[in-house]
Nanobody, 115 residues
Framework: QVQLVESGGGLVQAGGSLKLSCAVS????????MGWYRQAPGNQRESAAS???????NYADSVKGRFTISRDNAGNTLYLQMNSLKADDTAVYYC?????????WGQGTRVTVSS
């Protein structure tokens, strides 16, 4: 099974940028989709962006045009480039992988945007 470890979170001013990384280890064979979810205090976890094994990308309306999901050619690292950050983007961001019908999660990385 796949293991996921996020990094890159932190404190940033509104309008700034951050790039999150998700290191993928273990057996990634059979992973069909990977993505970034986020959970703000008091809110449910929601999808921010996803990418399929074929390279198709999807974004939540709230992040379209500001966030970009990508991965390296080897598939060992998933990225989320976040630009023009807003206070509403403050959340814990989780890396996610869907493999053989099972969702796997990282431990999360916290992003705080100060206004």
């Amino acid at each position: 099974q796949v293991q996921l470890v996020e990094s890159g979170g932190g404190l940033v001013q509104a309008g700034g940028s951050l790039k999150l990384s998700c290191a993928v280890s273990g057996s990634s064979f059979g992973v069909s989709t990977m993505g970034w979810y986020r959970q703000a205090p008091g809110n449910q976890r929601e999808s921010a962006a996803s990418i399929t094994s074929g390279g198709s990308k999807n974004y939540a309306d709230s992040v379209k045009g500001r966030f970009t999901i990508s991965r390296d050619n080897a598939g060992n690292t998933l990225y989320l480039q976040m630009n023009s950050l807003k206070a509403d983007d403050t959340a814990v961001y989780y890396c996610n992988a869907f493999q053989w019908g099972v969702f796997y999660w990282g431990q999360g990385t916290r992003v705080t945007v100060s206004s």
